[in-house]
């Protein structure tokens, strides 16, 4: 196992881990981040940082006049209608925004067209920018902004280099814009009455975004917002690592998944996209919703992913440790809620390059006719892996599909949604209680008016029963509608539950092994259930069988963008 490195910069020090340490560790503890920063700064006295006036002192201040030339020599040469800036200290008599001659950082703008340039140092002025204007810092590491960075307009921008600490109302605002963004980083976004909740990236009135090497830290609202916008492309090219493990364990990273994407403890959720701008016949994200390659997304509040009437492609991702934020009772890996009447419904993929583990509620939680594709590992979520639960939403969950250690239900389907599961693999699905009642762990749930085809599926030592069934949708004979075949169940209490209907006959088309680990802390030591047993009156009149139906909600009025 490799240890935390610290790297010293301008405004204060910056944690980053080597290659070898699995994200399951990771995610289940934590960097003790304060502990680290305090026992940091407790060494900073005895630092040597350059010595001498020409050194950037830590915590931000200006550099030097002297520093600037070498940022200045990293502007390419070919970058037509640059306007530098630097720190007013280091603006002189004939400042005319040439590299030898900076503007003094006063006001930060330009004109479309031309590159804002920033010189090393410490800003705290806003920098405003037009559609079709650029923002160019040569030295990251050495220069801090301090206030929202805006774009306004029609017009394709970008920024590169940035890093935002502190501001106040919002670290990134686009309104109208196509904006790239590419190694920037926002760190503590505050929110301020009248300008902003304080999100780390906010896109709206139809501006798009695309980023490479994002970064989103602490912020007061959501990392990155989007509402009544085009795409957002959040990709990493060059970060090609396959989150999930070679040894068979679940929500394993090896190695460590660390892109340079990361959006981490932000207090409103980690991304949001809020009816987005769709075409009438799109497909996706290809104009709106979110493509997100090569990124982590952790320990924020509420969700990682929440989509409001949008779609989603993931890939390369893991959505991990999201916690309960101060509204609502969410703390979800991906929800989908519904956005506004008449939208396309939206579409959810996650490949299986994807890990979804270890949220205080839901792995993946759609409440509305969303279509979701879920290939991914989903693992040691707080309630349950995937929840499917309104009329016309469908789950297909593919056969590389692997869910265990989740409570309460590894999968579930209700109010009319329908689940096609083949040769996915899940199980060891954790107890949680029901009002005080049995407690419940199960592997597949089909409930209130759903239905389920269910193939070639292997259903591992689960707390109560493999698979569920309780007021599910019929067919003419009176049985649910519900198929199960090729599937082979291991171990648990019960293999099939049917509760208040005539059972179809399952044993015929699936087979059953005794628990491969008889002591496996998920299923009893002492059943004997060879002979595939479908239960159909475990549920007595007035006992809870199924969860209730608002055990998950969309935040409804909690969520204000």
Not at 201 to 219: H, K, Y
């Amino acid at each position: 196992m490799a240890w935390p490195t610290l790297v010293l910069g301008a405004a204060g020090l910056e944690l980053t881990m080597s290659t070898s340490m699995s994200l399951g560790i990771l995610s289940r503890r934590p960097i003790a981040a304060l502990g680290l920063w305090a026992a940091a700064m407790a060494l900073l006295p005895a630092l040597d940082c350059g010595g001498g006036s020409s050194s950037l002192a830590l915590g931000g201040s200006a550099a030097s006049c002297a520093d600037l030339s070498a940022a200045a020599a990293k502007v390419p040469a070919t970058l037509q209608d640059a306007v530098y800036f630097a720190p007013v200290a280091c603006a002189g008599a004939g400042a005319d925004g040439t590299a030898a001659r900076p503007l003094p950082a006063t006001a930060l703008t330009v004109k479309a067209g031309q590159t804002l340039v920033l010189l090393p140092g410490d800003y705290a002025v806003p920098v405003t920018l037009p559609g079709g204007a650029h923002l160019l810092v040569p030295e990251p590491k050495l220069t801090v902004v301090r206030a929202t960075v805006r774009i306004d307009g029609k017009g394709a921008s970008s920024v590169q280099g940035l890093r935002s600490v502190g501001a106040a109302g919002a670290g990134v605002q686009v309104r109208g814009a196509a904006v790239a963004l590419s190694d920037v980083r926002v760190e503590g976004a505050v929110a301020k009455a009248g300008v902003g909740a304080g999100h780390g990236v906010e896109v709206r009135d139809g501006g798009s975004l695309t980023a490479s090497g994002l970064a989103v830290i602490a912020s007061a609202g959501v990392g990155v917002l989007a509402k009544g916008a085009g795409a957002i492309s959040i990709v990493e090219p060059i970060f090609d690592v396959d989150p999930r493990g070679d040894d068979g364990k679940i929500g394993i990273v090896e190695p460590i998944f660390a892109p340079g994407t990361q959006f981490v403890g932000n207090q409103g959720g980690g991304i949001a996209i809020v009816e987005p701008i769709f075409a009438p016949k799109s497909d996706a994200t290809s104009d709106g919703g979110l493509t997100l390659t090569g990124a982590w997304v952790r320990d924020n509040a509420g969700f990682a992913i929440a989509l409001y009437g949008a779609s989603a492609t993931l890939s390369r991702v893991a959505l991990t440790g999201t916690v309960r934020g101060a509204k609502g009772n969410w703390a979800d890996g991906v929800m989908l809620a519904p956005g506004a009447k008449g939208a396309p419904p939206p579409t959810l993929r996650i490949d299986e390059r994807c890990v979804i583990s270890d949220n205080v509620r839901g792995g993946v939680v759609a409440l509305t006719a969303a279509k979701v594709e879920v290939a991914a590992d989903v693992s040691g979520n707080g309630y349950a892996g995937l929840w499917i639960g309104a009329p016309g939403a469908k789950l297909d969950v593919g056969p590389k599909a692997r869910l265990f250690r989740n409570h309460l239900v590894a999968v579930c389907v209700a109010e009319g949604a329908e689940l096609l599961l083949q040769g996915a693999e899940l199980g060891e699905t954790r107890p949680l209680s029901i009002d005080g009642g049995d407690d419940v762990g199960d592997g597949i749930g089909v409930f209130s008016g759903a239905r389920a085809m269910i193939q070639g599926a292997r259903i591992v030592d689960n707390t109560r029963a493999a698979v569920i069934v309780h007021a599910a949708a019929t067919l003419s004979d009176g049985t649910p509608d519900v198929s199960i075949d090729g599937t082979t169940f291991v171990g648990g209490k019960y293999a099939v539950v049917v509760n208040g209907a005539p059972a179809p006959d399952f044993a015929s088309k699936n087979s059953y092994e005794p628990s491969s680990a008889a002591d496996s802390g998920s299923s009893p030591d002492d059943l004997d259930n060879a002979s595939l047993p479908v239960e159909t009156k475990y549920c007595e009149e007035g006992d809870e069988c199924a969860p209730a139906g608002d055990t998950f909600d969309d935040g409804g009025s909690n969520f204000d963008p």
